[in-house]
């Protein structure tokens, strides 16, 4: 029961840590639980439909398709984090002062979450769909199938509370800062994920330059302990990155960095954005 | 500038040569993975498939290689890696990580 519970904590976690960010991300906005539950049920379904033609993506594209599916679920929620971070550079600033005059909730905020929501849905997705597989293997093998299954929905339940652990500790933070580091917590999930998705390609065989390993850390931080999993998704920590998954990196924060600054200049003001 | 397009062409050619991966077989059954030590090429993509002949899923899941692939039951994929320098690379089924352990050899 214990294994199973561990093996399915082990899957949530990055979901679990983005639904955290998400949900501190989106402080104030009222319909921000109707999206992020509505993302974490989307990305169910989709995982159980994922579960189910598992073998049919596994055989896709040569024996590629997995990996060509996961690259592109990584590489659709890196342009929504960039959408969302670029808006909040517009924005940010405005719903943070909002919110400490009149402390109370803003009703402009719903334009991003459309693409948190799908962030969240597609986090769920990922992750979801290897616990729908394992959970459903444990039932098909049937042999003292039920306390595994309560271990994988302990799990579950332990991830949720991983989550709420990752929501309450970012609002610990004050008000004036939060959307700052959210904005550059999501810049860094989203290099991980741009540097994950760059090794997928590289799996299925269509992007193999520059597949030589910078640096072996496994012997300070492995990436398969609990530690090293959740800085893997948090800001993409891999234990022996590619060079090319360390130039994607590296390319993904530049972008985004450009991007907000880009968003933050306002032409119609004529004022230099100087006033940092 | 003609001798360095000249050696471009020539590596264009060469390359997929080169690049062409080493084919190996990895059989999953009981939750355990046969051969469980596998030699491989050092410095050569190598393609591996993994059948698994379990009625249960799998996840081929490698730090060292830098690999994760769920094999459905009753089914078989596809994994590519490499290039690696000579050492020892372990694989486990993240599914069962009790039993179902190997490791790759680049020799």
Known sequence: MLGALIIVFREVIEAGLIIGIVLAATRGVPTRGRWVSSGVVGGLLGAS???????????????????????????????????????????????????????????????????????????????????????????????????????????????????????????????????????????????????????????????????????????????????????????????????????????????????????????????????? | MRRTIFALAVLLVLAPAAARADDLTLTIKGHHFTPAELKVKANTRVKITVVNNDATPEEFESKALRVEKVIPGKSKGVVRIGPLKPGRYSFVGEYHEDTAKGVVIAE
Do not use: C
């Open chain 1, 49 to 276: 439909v994922v579960a189910v033609f598992a073998g049919a993506i596994s055989d896709a594209f040569q024996g590629a398709g997995q990996e060509l599916f996961n690259a592109s679920v990584l590489a659709i929620a890196v342009v929504m984090l960039m959408w969302h971070n670029a808006w909040m550079a517009r924005h940010g600033r405005e719903i943070a002062a909002e919110m400490r005059t009149i402390g109370v909730a803003v009703s402009e905020g719903a334009k991003p979450l459309t693409a948190l929501a799908i962030v969240v849905g597609l986090a769920v997705l990922r992750e979801g769909s290897e616990v729908v597989l394992f959970l459903y293997g444990i039932m098909a093998s049937g042999t003292s199938g039920s306390a595994l299954l309560v271990g994988g929905l302990l799990g579950i339940a332990a991830g949720a509370g991983f989550t709420a652990l990752t929501y309450f500790g970012l609002l610990a933070i004050p008000t004036r800062y939060i959307f700052s580091v959210t904005s550059w917590l999501i810049a860094l999930l989203a290099a991980g994920m741009a540097s994950q998705a760059a090794q997928y390609l590289n799996n299925a065989g269509l992007v193999v330059a520059l597949g030589r390993t910078v640096w072996d850390t496994s012997w300070l931080l492995s990436e398969g302990g609990i530690v090293g999993r959740m800085l893997h998704a948090l800001i993409g920590y891999t234990e022996r990155p590619t060079e090319m998954q360390l130039a994607v990196y590296i390319a993904t924060l530049i972008a985004m960095f450009l991007l907000m600054r880009f968003a933050r200049y306002r032409p119609q003001q004529r004022v230099p954005a100087a006033a940092e």
